[in-house]
């Protein structure tokens, strides 16, 4: 059984940062491809962030862009989302997610992710 654990979320005030991990038991990340999503509050799951099997090719959506950059750490079987620059728009609850197929692109549909954790908050105050 996969089993895949989020910390780091919390409340900070616009312009701060704030690193979210992963932590994945019953299988190891490496060479697969993961990613973060988000849901605020009335709107849909989007995806803010992928990598793929290989570390070759990454996805951000356009407003995280230069702000996010996702990471793993295969020995520790941890993928983190280092987020910078936070703002009011940022708020809502961050998800990670591992897709294992075979040499897996960046995803960025939800369709595409095999396990998911459960949900981290991130608020951010303006």
């Known amino acids: 059984q996969v089993l895949l654990t989020e910390s780091g979320g919390g409340l900070v005030q616009a312009g701060g940062s704030l690193r979210l991990s992963c932590a994945a038991s019953?299988?190891?990340?490496?060479?697969?491809?993961v990613g973060w999503f988000r849901q605020a509050p009335g709107k849909e799951r989007e995806i803010v962030a992928a990598?793929?099997?290989?570390?070759?090719?990454?996805y951000y959506v356009p407003p995280v862009k230069g702000r996010f950059t996702i990471s793993r750490d295969n020995a520790k079987n941890t993928m983190y989302l280092q987020m910078n620059s936070l703002k009011p728009e940022d708020t809502a609850v961050y998800t990670c997610a591992a897709s294992w197929h075979p040499r897996g692109s960046a995803y960025t549909t939800t369709y595409e992710y095999d396990d998911w954790g459960q949900g981290t908050q991130v608020t951010v105050s303006s």
């Open positions: 019953g299988r190891s990340f490496e060479n697969y491809a």
């Open positions: 990598i793929s099997w290989n570390d070759d090719d990454t």
